[in-house]
């Protein structure tokens, strides 16, 4: 499976280290020709109004939107969340999403509490053991769509939600030791949906 990282800004090179802990061999994506070559992309953390418009920039914004209506298995974390949810409140004027996971999100809204701060934290994938989350200027989400799962939640903010091959995080699993987040996204989510193309 060849998994791409999104380039244009942000955390790439804590996400291609964790996905390289996960036995995969990650690639950098900036362009067309880049995008064409993955199965599977992750969005990093940084500033998704950039990413936005850099991924316009360099011509790869429709591209981006596309593979995702066909399916194309993705992970967001933080600003990537932002860059999938469907609908964004207090967003930037004129700020664009690549859509395609029905969700609302608040961007910064943990912010208006505490700009970052961790937790450990349930995540339902089977196992009870918490994980470490990150939230730098995180968003949570108010409102998930049918066929939504809640994977997990702070003070009942949603902050983990995935859609058939769409799955996001308002935290930053690329930031700590423990890749179970990106595992989960590679072998739960990634692999079955490939699968299935072949
Ligand atoms: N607040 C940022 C945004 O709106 C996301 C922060 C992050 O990715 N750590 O894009």
Not at 170 to 195: G, K, N
Request: glycine share 8%; charged share 25%; aromatic share 6%.
């Amino acid at each position: 499976m060849k998994v791409g990282v999104l380039a244009l800004q942000g955390d790439v090179r804590e996400h291609i280290s964790s996905l390289i802990a996960c036995g995969v061999d990650p690639s950098t994506v900036r362009r067309a020709s880049e995008l064409d070559q993955v199965d599977a992309l992750v969005l990093p953390g940084g500033e998704s109004t950039t990413i936005a418009q850099l991924a316009e920039v360099f011509g790869i914004y429709s591209q981006i939107k596309n593979r995702i209506a066909v399916g194309m298995p993705i992970y967001g974390s933080c600003a990537g969340m932002i860059l999938l949810a469907d609908e964004i409140l207090d967003a930037k004027q004129g700020q664009k999403s690549f859509g395609g996971l029905d969700i609302t999100v608040r961007r910064n809204a943990f912010g208006r509490q505490v700009d970052s701060f961790e937790s450990d934290i349930p995540f339902a994938d089977g196992s009870s053991d918490l994980i470490r989350a990150v939230f730098i200027r995180a968003p949570w989400v108010e409102r998930v769509g049918e066929g939504v799962e809640v994977l997990a939640t702070v003070d009942t903010h949603p902050v983990a939600v995935r859609s058939r091959t769409l799955f996001a995080t308002s935290f930053h699993p690329e930031l700590t030791a423990d890749h179970r987040i990106h595992r989960y996204f590679i072998e739960e989510v990634a692999r079955p949906a490939l699968e299935k193309v072949k």
